[in-house]
């Protein structure tokens, strides 16, 4: 059982460049989200999902696409990389809530653009 | 989304005692009350959770106000291994409403 885990742990961008950032679990889990940390500040979300071939926005979702085609796997593109994207990005899951609603998180992906 | 509020930092000494408190007063009746803790360059992890009665587990205690209006992570015996910035977060039952909403946290310092 490997939980959580995101790849790759860290990487450098240039201005204007595209990647995908993977994350994958595998505990059969229905709900997946993704979310930055910005130094001092607190988690905030980017996309989540509640099922495979399900997603919907979070509270600052512009610049990033994802897509949930298994339900082990939901990657994050950025689409043309801005320093502002320059953060650490956690991936979690969990069980939908009638099932128990413990997150368990990804040990991150530290990204700077330059 | 229903806010909670935490102290922005809180220290112990180890070996003690910790009650690290939080408000919610907006909380609805389906709301679960969710504490996690962050160590420092780590992911977040899931400590406890509840939504009416009083929680233990191996990790802490919860201890949820008669109103649901607040509530108190108890650890027994901070470690130095407990410093952490510690997240109260209300989570909902259904759709997208059991998404996690992070806010600032506390910063817990234990000292030797």
């Known amino acids: 059982n490997a939980g959580v885990t995101q790849t790759p742990k860290f990487q450098v961008l240039k201005t204007g460049q595209s990647m995908t950032l993977q994350c994958a679990q595998d505990m059969n889990h229905e709900y997946m989200s993704w979310y930055r940390q910005d130094p001092g500040m607190g988690l905030r979300l980017i996309h989540y999902s509640v099922g495979a071939g399900i997603t919907d926005q979070g509270e600052v979702p512009n610049g990033y696409n994802v897509s949930r085609s298994t339900t082990e796997d939901f990657p994050l593109r950025l689409l043309s990389a801005a320093p502002s994207q320059t953060s650490v990005y956690f991936c979690?899951?969990?069980?939908?809530?009638?099932?128990?609603?413990?997150?368990?998180f990804g040990q991150g992906t530290r990204l700077t653009v330059v | 989304d229903a806010k909670t509020t935490q102290p922005n930092s809180m220290e112990s000494n180890e070996e003690e005692p910790v009650h690290l408190p939080c408000n919610h007063s907006?909380?609805?009746?389906?709301?679960?009350i969710h504490w996690y803790r962050q160590l420092p360059s780590q992911g977040p992890e899931y400590v406890i959770h509840g939504l009416t009665s009083n929680v233990n587990n191996r990790m802490a205690s919860l201890a949820i106000a008669e109103d649901r209006k607040s509530s108190t992570l108890i650890l027994h015996r901070a470690t130095l291994r407990d410093a952490a910035v510690y997240y109260c977060i209300l989570r909902g039952s259904g759709g997208s409403n059991y998404k996690l909403t992070f806010g600032k946290g506390t910063l817990l310092t234990v000292n030797p």
């Open positions: 907006t909380i609805s009746g389906t709301d679960y």
């Open positions: 979690a899951s969990s069980y939908a809530p009638d099932r128990g609603t413990e997150a368990f």
